[in-house]
């Protein structure tokens, strides 16, 4: 069981239902949730097989770019350089799984 991948996929989803809270972004609530899903999924996959990565290794991406590109134009650790470093260490991961 990929329980890193799943701690992931629920600090996505919890963190974009905290943003909603604090800030009432619907936009950045969707996204987040929709992310969560697919973060989820994909380590349901890796579950089933470590080489699965395809769907994970695509989302950890899209986090780590989109965050990156938030954290470089904010400067701000919370939430988007936080969520940027925690993509990448998952892509790394994910990379590793695949070799």
């Given at each position: ?25 619907i936009p950045s609530l969707i996204a987040g ?67």
């Amino acid at each position: 069981m990929d329980l890193i991948g799943f701690g992931y996929a629920a600090f996505v989803t919890f963190g974009s239902i905290w943003g909603y809270k604090r800030r009432g972004g619907i936009p950045s609530l969707i996204a987040g949730l929709f992310l969560g899903g697919l973060a989820g999924y994909g380590a349901y996959r890796v579950s089933n097989d470590k080489r699965d990565v395809k769907l994970s290794l695509f989302t950890a991406f899209f986090l780590a770019t989109m965050m990156g590109v938030r954290f470089k134009r904010s400067k701000k650790i919370m939430p988007a350089g936080l969520v940027a470093g925690l993509s990448l260490m998952m892509i790394l991961r994910l990379v590793l799984l695949m070799l």
